[in-house]
């Protein structure tokens, strides 16, 4: 039964059998059109280019074919079942092994608003930071599955070294070891966990899979072009014998002598204050002191190395087959060697293939990576840089390498000096922190990509493993792969050049043994060129391969042919889930949602096809009719919540632009149907499960706006909190989902690519804990407002607003996968971050947004001493908004170092702490949150005594650090000081889950301004140093020290929070700049609850605006600003935030440092 909806709610609907149609059933409505032949060249500015609808298949279906759960919705070749490598959200263990690794995400500069963005454009760049490191392994890991799925849960910390853990399987009595191992140092138990379930190993070399014919099956190996499968044959050989277990527990640091004496606990708070020594106490010491030999499987030159829809016959069946690959599939056991006669297909130690005359590769063969040579400037060598036999044919070119090498060795000297931290108080630098440089040449440094997307912990990476846990430093890279860009090379062509072994896109970083072929700079087989890359449609030049845009520019994005779609694009289809029971009405959010939606709807990414609908629900699913044609929308209320069903599945999801005058009506009534409701109960599994039915045809993204906790049908909850244990260690017990549902519902959502995104708009404990899995496992994104409602907390409704708009508008990937490949000899460890995990080394993204962020841990499996550099690859493939199949590749190269010096010479401080944070995140849940802290603690621990062994004649009472790590304790204490792990003071446990959430999606730049906090003076704002940006001069304070010593009665204080700004004003703050900034009086006339300065006609108004709108305007949403005063409620907030002084129950930075020299000299 349908009614109007100005008639109230209807009456209930009975079953319906319609069925919602399949997947393969939808249309492609959209116009298809060749891209064969073409070749553009387009500067991206923050808009997609023409639609390009193509139906496409993989280029290369590969026999590393990666399995499909029932929830997913491609299906692929039985398998043996012994050779399934256990995969899972978050969290993906490559195979066996007893190192560890890292991995590091970029982060943003500056945003600009054009269709899909930001709405202003801020040229200044906010530098990357970043700190990650590792954390110590646990007991067993918990088991987390439910039916249907099996996959290994989040790799968990241990606050051990020196020891992998192991559990005995209760079936095989085997030790299964975890993700990460580590050796260990032992902490008090916490008790025995779960035992995971161990997976049989596969026989693929540095692979977590391979495929095996079944039993009396024939196998056929495809011959064609562009088809190169490798069969990799299980063999006694293997790295992993079969049965043995493929999961080990996570840890923080490498290795550790065994006799180490455990942790002790910092002292309690409460002892008597530790103080700095005075400026006459002693200050510092003193400053301080190739490929592997064997072939990859075929190697050689291929006949075609591209991608091509043209060679390519074979319809590919999932995504790991359609993307193509992973050069981690190479095995030794399965490569041959080439035939001797062949000199162009054998692998020498020399990394990069020989120069020819008439080519110039796009970097420099180095020797070392920290010495660069010069180039011949004769008209045979091309500009650019080359190899040569004779390093220098003049003097000049000599000084100038000299210079480059002084420069280089000034920067070596600088990051090794030793500072003794009890003794240097001021180590914070006045300006944001850079990423570290690398040892690399210039000019490799000029071709890489930037820090703001990719950024690794160590810029110097070991040679091996050994030296990586000399170090006791963390290998990991920092990802933010969709940010949004202002440049960006959108290339348009029907060949995209790949490695036919590994399925690396070319880069600047392959050489060019001559015209025709080229050396992979990840597997180093030799490829052909194929004959329309030889064409440079920029120079209109034929036969300079090595000029064209792909290989000059480290991130890169292609138009995808049809090889690259397993159906036609999906058009963008968003459905919105809205909360309306009594509690939701009370907040107002609902007509703040309403109207953002309004003034937002023409502005939602997509095209033609874009599909829009609605649900709300209380005790009850609410549905509504918005078919074209009908006078008005027509509402359908379902009551039978146990056995849910979709009424009208044809009618609910309906195309945007012919039904948009029905979608705005709705969004005008809708605030106002509910207002006199008195239903307190909320249905939201029941909803979930209706939003699923409509969204499973087609995918898309789904956004739920929830206030309270569900409270009836599938998905309810329970109150876990109590709030008389908020600051206790007990409180903050319940970090693990309640119940498997919301995972459950979120992997079948990634299954059928619809991403889920929460708004949690709650006054009251809504467990964030089991609701946040809904976002986590299917790519989306949690947004959280705490004590919400629209009159009391105008602050809120204002953020609440501005971050609406920014979510409806912003850049948007359907159906996105993401992989990651790395050079020979090194391997994925873990992955973290919002995703599902598709195979060992392929993230499934049922969207990708703009402001994710992800992290990557790393293992060096083979010693890399014969390679001079290593590299690392990021390939995301999604579907635009406008319906366009689409890869973007980030390329980074790194050097290779041989001396534990130079490894600390590139340690990347913030991004270490960054990736130490997202372990710390699966340590409290899947353990405990003292674990967590232990574990961070260690890892300060760890890196400075192993620092201590490389220095000689040190007294034992000096605390000394590398420069590059002098910041890592501050950091670590700041870390500790953070929501997410505070203890002894009062948290609610939804915002400490919110505080994980963050850890774990934000980019570097941000998640390092929530770590710690930059503080400024404005009070005496001036125009020296400043900056200009587009017609306004932005002022440039120093960064200060988080300590209220720094902090003066007479001036005024902004604390950059990244999601919060406080601005302190002093009791004797000088009245001319209350009057002139803020607009009042006096001191006392100073409200208590001021969020917002106001923009007077003043020079200082004027100068302290443009500033803060400047820090805004570099994050994608707003920062709440609140004045505070001595007598204001957010007092206590600012003065948290001072990471440096001591609290009731925290130790200050100096006594942190005492505790952390005691644990050394143990």
Same mark, same amino acid.
């Given at each position: ?83 399934? /490598? ?131 099956? =024939? ?40 006799? !180490? ?47 091509? =829809? ?84 003049? /003097? ?27 003794? +240097? ?23 890489? &990509? ?52 590994? !399925? ?15 050396? &992979? ?275 809120? /409704? ?38 599902? /995990? ?47 199949? !689409? ?14 010096? +130079? ?48 220095v000689s004649n040190l007294q034992q009472s000096v605390l000394v650090a590398p420069n590059s790590l002098r910041l890592f304790a501050l950091y670590i204490l700041a870390l500790l000081k953070q929501q997410a792990f505070r203890t002894g003071s009062s948290i609610r446990l939804d915002e400490r889950m919110f505080a994980m959430c963050e850890m774990k999606t934000q980019p570097l730049v941000h998640l390092m301004l929530m770590i710690h906090p930059h503080l400024y003076r404005i009070d005496n704002l001036s125009n020296e140093g400043s900056i200009t940006v587009g017609d306004k001069i932005i002022p440039q304070p120093p960064i200060m020290q988080l300590s209220a010593e720094r902090?003066?009665? +007479? ?17 004797? &703050? ?93």
């Amino acid at each position: 039964m349908q009614q109007p909806l100005s008639s109230g709610h209807g009456a209930s609907l009975q079953k319906s059998s319609t069925a919602p149609e399949c997947h393969q059933q939808v249309p492609n409505k959209a116009p298809l059109r060749s891209t064969a032949g073409q070749y553009d060249f387009i500067n991206y500015q923050n808009n997609y280019q023409s639609s390009v609808h193509n139906i496409i298949r993989p280029v290369c279906p590969m026999s590393l074919g990666d399995t499909q759960e029932p929830e997913q919705m491609y299906t692929t070749l039985s398998m043996d079942s012994s050779l399934i /490598v256990p995969r899972g959200p978050n969290m993906i263990t490559a195979r066996p092994q007893s190192e560890q690794a890292f991995l590091s995400t970029p982060q943003q500069a500056s945003y600009i608003t054009s269709d899909e963005h930001y709405c202003s454009q801020v040229p200044h760049n906010v530098p990357s930071q970043s700190t990650t490191q590792v954390f110590p392994p646990h007991s067993a890991p918990i088991n987390h599955t439910y039916p249907g799925f099996s996959y290994q849960t989040t790799s968990v910390f241990s606050t051990q070294y020196n020891a992998p853990l192991t559990s005995q399987h209760p079936a095989t009595s085997q030790p299964s070891l975890n993700a990460l191992s580590c050796q260990t140092k032992a902490l008090p138990k916490t008790g025995q966990g779960h035992t995971q379930p161990s997976f049989q190993s596969c026989h693929a070399g540095t692979t977590g899979a391979s495929w095996h014919p079944l039993a009396g099956a =024939s196998t056929t190996i495809p011959t064609g072009p562009s088809d190169n499968p490798v069969i990799f044959p299980s063999s006694a050989s293997s790295q992993t014998s079969k049965g043995s277990p493929l999961s080990m527990p996570h840890h923080i640091n490498q290795s550790y002598p065994p006799g !180490r004496p455990n942790v002790a606990k910092p002292p309690v708070a409460a002892a008597p204050f530790a103080r700095w020594p005075p400026p006459s106490a002693d200050r510092l010491i003193s400053a301080s002191a190739t490929p592997a030999s064997g072939s990859e499987a075929q190697d050689g030159v291929d006949s075609s190395s591209s991608s091509s =829809s043209s060679t390519n016959t074979s319809l590919p069946n999932n995504y790991d087959s359609l993307e193509g690959g992973s050069n981690q599939g190479l095995s030794s056991s399965a490569t041959k060697a080439p035939a001797p006669s062949d000199p162009s297909s054998s692998i020498t130690t020399k990394q990069f293939g020989d120069a020819y005359p008439t080519l110039q590769p796009p970097y420099l063969k180095i020797a070392s990576p920290l010495h660069s040579v010069g180039q011949p400037t004769s008209p045979g060598y091309p500009p650019g840089i080359q190899q040569f036999t004779q390093p220098f044919s003049n /003097v000049n070119q000599l000084s100038s390498s000299m210079e480059g090498l002084s420069f280089q060795n000034k920067q070596q000297s600088e990051a090794l000096k030793q500072v003794s931290l009890l003794q +240097e108080h001021n180590i914070l630098p006045p300006v944001p922190i850079q990423c570290p440089p690398s040892s690399l040449s210039p000019e490799l440094r000029k071709l890489n &990509c930037s820090p703001d997307l990719f950024r690794c912990t160590l810029m110097n990476v070991p040679q091996t493993q050994a030296l990586l846990n000399k170090a006791k430093l963390p290998l990991g890279l920092l990802l933010h792969p969709f940010r949004d860009l202002t440049h960006l090379p959108v290339i348009t062509s029907s060949t995209i050049v790949r490695c036919r072994s590994c !399925r690396t896109y070319i880069n600047p970083f392959v050489s060019f043994l001559d015209q025709r072929r080229w050396k &992979c700079n990840l597997c180093y087989r030799v490829n052909d060129v194929p004959e329309e890359f030889m064409y440079n449609p920029l120079t209109r030049s034929y036969g300079e391969p090595h000029k064209r845009p792909e290989v000059q520019t480290a991130t890169v994005e292609f138009i995808a042919s049809s090889d690259y779609m397993l159906r036609p694009p999906q058009p963008a289809v968003y459905l919105f889930v809205f909360d309306v029971s009594h509690n939701a009405v009370e907040s107002g959010y609902l007509n703040i949602c309403c109207q953002s939606l309004l003034e937002n709807l023409d502005k939602l990414p997509g095209d033609s096809r874009t599909r829009i609908g609605f649900i709300t629900f209380d005790s009850t699913v609410h549905f509504f009719n918005l078919q074209e044609g009908l006078s008005q929308p027509q509402m359908l209320i379902v009551s039978e919540i146990e056995d849910i069903f979709v009424p009208t599945p044809d009618s609910l999801l309906v195309n945007l632009h012919e039904s948009k005058e029905l979608v705005k009506d709705l969004l005008k009534v809708l605030p106002t149907m509910f207002t006199s409701t008195r239903e307190t109960h909320s249905a939201l599994g029941p909803a979930l499960q209706a939003a699923f039915k409509l969204m499973s045809a087609t995918g898309g993204r789904i956004s739920v706006f929830q206030t309270q906790l569900p409270s009836i049908g599938v998905g309810q909850l329970f109150s876990r909190e109590d709030p008389t244990q908020r600051s206790t260690i007990k409180g903050a017990l319940h970090l693990g989902p309640a119940t498997d549902f919301y995972k459950k519902f979120a992997l079948d959502c990634s299954g059928q690519q619809v991403a889920v995104d929460l708004f949690l708009l709650s006054g009251q404990y809504s467990d964030l804990a089991s609701l946040a899995c809904m976002s986590k496992y299917s790519a989306g994104s949690v947004f959280y407002y705490p004590s919400f409602h629209h009159i009391h907390n105008p602050a809120q /409704v204002e953020k609440f607003q501005k971050d609406l708009k920014r979510y409806l508008i912003r850049k948007i990937g359907f159906e996105a996968v993401m992989r990651i490949r790395c050079t020979k000899g090194l391997s994925i460890h873990t992955f973290h971050g919002n995703f599902f /995990v598709r195979s060992t080394d392929l993230l499934s993204l049922a969207n990708i947004n703009p402001d994710s962020g992800f992290a990557v841990q790393m293992s060096i499996d083979e010693s890399l001493a014969d390679s001079s550099i290593v590299c690392f690859q990021a390939a995301l493939l999604y579907t635009s908004s406008k319906g366009e199949r !689409r890869i973007r590749v980030h390329t980074l190269c790194l050097p290779v170092v041989s001396s534990v010096a +130079e490894v600390y010479t590139g340690a990347d401080v913030q991004a270490i702490t960054c990736l130490l944070a997202t372990m710390a995140v699966d340590r409290s849940v899947s353990s405990s949150l003292s674990d967590a802290r232990d574990a961070l603690i260690n890892a300060v621990v760890d890196s400075l005594s192993a620092y201590r062994s490389t220095v000689s004649n040190l007294q034992q009472s000096v605390l000394v650090a590398p420069n590059s790590l002098r910041l890592f304790a501050l950091y670590i204490l700041a870390l500790l000081k953070q929501q997410a792990f505070r203890t002894g003071s009062s948290i609610r446990l939804d915002e400490r889950m919110f505080a994980m959430c963050e850890m774990k999606t934000q980019p570097l730049v941000h998640l390092m301004l929530m770590i710690h906090p930059h503080l400024y003076r404005i009070d005496n704002l001036s125009n020296e140093g400043s900056i200009t940006v587009g017609d306004k001069i932005i002022p440039q304070p120093p960064i200060m020290q988080l300590s209220a010593e720094r902090l003066s009665k +007479e001036g005024a204080f902004l604390m950059d929070c990244y999601s919060v700004m406080y601005l302190w004003i002093g009791k004797n &703050c000088s009245s001319s700049f209350i009057n002139e900034v803020l607009g009042f009086s006096s001191y006392a006339s100073v409200p208590q609850n001021l969020y917002q300065l106001p923009e007077l006609n003043t020079v200082l108004s004027q100068r302290v605006n443009s500033f803060v709108s400047w820090l805004r305007d570099s994050r994608p949403f707003l920062s709440i600003i609140y004045v505070v005063k001595d007598d204001a409620p957010f007092k206590t907030n600012f003065f948290q935030k001072l990471v440096e002084d001591r609290t009731e129950t925290a130790l200050s930075y100096y006594e942190f440092l005492l505790h952390i020299q005691q644990q050394i000299c143990k």
